[in-house]
């Protein structure tokens, strides 16, 4: 937050940004008419606890890695971070290696050719503590993709995932909305995810993983296999959300659990007060695949297109579970808009 003393100190200096070793906060605005004109600019000049403040508009190709703990912020609108051809670090059109908060930020077109992995991020993130806030990430080859930091945390807020994956190429199915390695937590709250290509919505291998009020769907036309993978479980929640497979779903179980082995410590999963809606008729499709010994529990759930048998493959607990004989629609609106 401001405060009277950055903005009197900042008048006086260049651009917005204080003198070097103050020891105060900056706020560096960036786009036209501002002291940088692009958004890596802005970064290289920052010191830790710097604020950025973005005007609205597309930024085309203008990537950065931030290694300082700073925010960044859309002002007048969104800004669009938008790559159209490969990315020359090789890993996103931004990478954070420490705490960054971002917010009202678009995220497209991240592309890297097959001989550097073929999975272009939007963000690429390295370590730290890393805050999403009314983000947007679209047509991207991976829309997150986390490394391992085993205290690393990522809180996705507000925010939207869509048309995520690669489609050709050997990349094609390895590459997902989000996909999140060994960190501490991964935490989801009131978002969106859909439309992924092929891989999966939402893919974590954090130790603890909440997904809270969130929207996760595959569409009439969307190719995702995984609704929710937790390939080496964790200590997982799914609370008050809404999930729906797609009728060209390529894999016929909407959340997995466990299948990769080498499950986390303490490893259990719960889903409660949640929608799990099944379009999918061309195999026999699964609500949770629990591939562990461990008991999952399902409370207060919601089922449509699944038969009793359906719902979950593997020890369960089960409690309220209701069949719904009408399909739900779920809203597709953006969730940074106002009710």
Not at 107 to 112: E, S, T, V
Not at 129 to 143: A, D, H, I, S
Not at 156 to 177: K, L, Q, R, V
Request: with cysteine; aromatic share 6%; proline share 5%.
């Amino acid at each position: 937050m401001r405060t009277i003393s950055t903005w009197t100190l900042a008048a006086v200096t260049s651009g917005g940004v204080l003198a070097p070793g103050s020891g105060l906060a900056a706020v560096l605005g960036v786009g036209p008419g501002q002291a940088f004109a692009t958004i890596a600019s802005a970064v290289a000049a920052a010191n830790d606890g710097d604020e950025l403040e973005v005007q609205a508009g597309t930024y085309t190709n203008d990537f950065a890695e931030v290694t300082k703990s700073i925010s960044l912020a859309a002002v007048g609108g969104r800004v669009v971070m938008q790559a159209t051809g490969d990315i020359p670090n090789e890993k996103g059109i931004l990478i954070t290696d420490t705490d960054v908060t971002i917010t009202g930020f678009t995220f497209m077109g991240a592309h890297i050719p097959q001989s550097a992995g073929q999975n272009g991020a939007g963000i690429r993130y390295q370590g730290g503590n890393l805050v999403l806030n009314k983000c947007w990430f679209r047509r991207n080859q991976e829309g997150l993709l986390a490394d391992p930091d085993p205290t690393g945390t990522i809180q996705i807020n507000s925010s939207e995932f869509a048309s995520n994956g690669d489609t050709t190429g050997p990349g094609a199915g390895y590459t997902h909305n989000i996909y999140v390695g060994e960190i501490a937590m991964l935490d989801v709250e009131n978002s969106y995810f859909h439309d992924a290509h092929l891989g999966h919505e939402i893919k974590s291998r954090a130790t603890q993983t909440i997904i809270n009020n969130t929207r996760i769907v595959d569409g009439p036309t969307g190719t995702a296999s995984y609704s929710v993978d937790l390939p080496n479980g964790g200590v997982a929640t799914i609370t008050g959300s809404q999930i729906e497979q797609g009728p060209q779903s390529g894999n016929p179980a909407m959340i997995s659990f466990g299948e990769e082995g080498s499950l986390i410590a303490n490893s259990g999963l719960t889903v409660q007060t949640t929608l799990l809606e099944n379009d999918l008729t061309d195999h026999v499709p699964i609500g949770v695949q629990n591939a562990t010994s461990v008991v999952v529990a399902l409370t207060n759930v919601q089922t449509y297109g699944l038969t009793s048998s359906q719902v979950v493959s593997g020890p369960a607990s089960l409690t309220n579970l209701t069949p719904l004989g009408s399909e739900p629609v779920i809203s597709s609106r953006h969730p940074w808009l106002p009710n």
